[in-house]
């Protein structure tokens, strides 16, 4: 069996960032990136204007949905959040002056990512290995073993609990 030849292509590839930059489809996405990257270096220049530039890297910001010129800053630790609120004011005159005009400005913490691993239903089967005595808790119970009474029932679980724990 043959099969006819592939025809010759006419048409070239387009550069991804033509793709972007088109009004239908991704350039929306293009120009709200872009406006979000320039408002991070605003907030940027105000933050370095008041002493607070080492929080720049911890705040991510945007606009508020709707109408109103409020900017939304997401943070991600408390401390954060009320030492942005004690400079608001100051900021949003510092906003004014990098030409970023706004109204108010609405501070949230970011929630933050759960520090606990899950594990699949095996790994939380499978027992673990029991560990014997360290050196301080052998030469303790070596130490109570000799002063009970050889008869006492409290010496025989002594000894039987260092015959059956490994060094």
């Known amino acids: 069996m043959n099969f006819a030849p592939k025809p010759k292509r006419s048409q070239t590839a387009h550069e991804w960032v033509d793709y972007l930059r088109e009004s239908e489809g991704l350039g929306g996405i293009l120009a709200k990136t872009e406006d979000l990257a320039k408002l991070k270096s605003t907030l940027g220049r105000a933050l370095s204007a008041l002493d607070l530039g080492q929080f720049s890297q911890k705040i991510e910001p945007g606009w508020r949905q709707g109408g109103q010129n409020e900017l939304y800053l997401l943070v991600t630790s408390a401390s954060v959040a009320t030492r942005l609120q004690q400079v608001l004011p100051s900021l949003i005159n510092e906003l004014a002056k990098n030409g970023l005009v706004c109204s108010g400005i609405k501070v949230q913490v970011k929630p933050s990512p759960p520090n606990w691993d899950i594990q699949s239903r095996a790994e939380a089967r499978t027992p673990r290995k029991p560990t014997g005595l360290n050196a301080v808790a ?30």
């Open 138 to 167: 052998r030469s303790s119970w070596e130490g109570l073993l000799d002063k009970l009474a050889p008869d006492s029932t409290l010496r025989k679980a002594v000894e039987k609990l260092l015959q059956n724990k490994p060094k």
